[in-house]
Nanobody, 120 residues
């Protein structure tokens, strides 16, 4: 079974770049038909899709965040990463990585989430 685990700093200063890593176990991030996604939830708000990297390496970004986000992967480590530049306190949120598969649209696997606070 596919499991995901986020890692990264819990505190980031304004204007810095936030970098988070999602480590995947139980399956390969290059498996055909799998999509690997970053989602966040600011305090008191709903879930926000940030971007996705496909099994092929293609990336898709939320247009509202596209200029600040970069999603990449390290296939040798079975990890994918999120970089969010020029952070502000409004980027404070719980950040999740998640997986979906086209072979079964009802299936998804989520990491437990990691709290990131942007503060000086």
């Amino acid at each position: 079974q596919v499991q995901l685990q986020e890692s990264g700093p819990g505190l980031v200063k304004p204007s810095q770049t936030l970098s988070l890593t999602c480590t995947v176990s139980g399956g390969s991030i290059t498996t055909n038909g799998y999509y690997w996604t970053w989602i966040r939830q600011p305090p008191g708000k709903g879930l926000e899709w940030m971007g996705t990297i496909a099994y092929s390496g293609s990336t898709y970004h939320n247009p509202s965040l596209k200029s600040r986000t970069s999603i990449s992967r390290d296939t040798s480590k079975n990890q994918f990463t999120l970089q969010l530049s020029s952070v502000t306190p409004e980027d404070t949120a719980v950040y999740y990585c998640a997986a979906r598969a086209t072979i079964d649209p009802t299936w998804a696997s989520w990491g437990q989430g990691t709290q990131v606070t942007v503060s000086s």
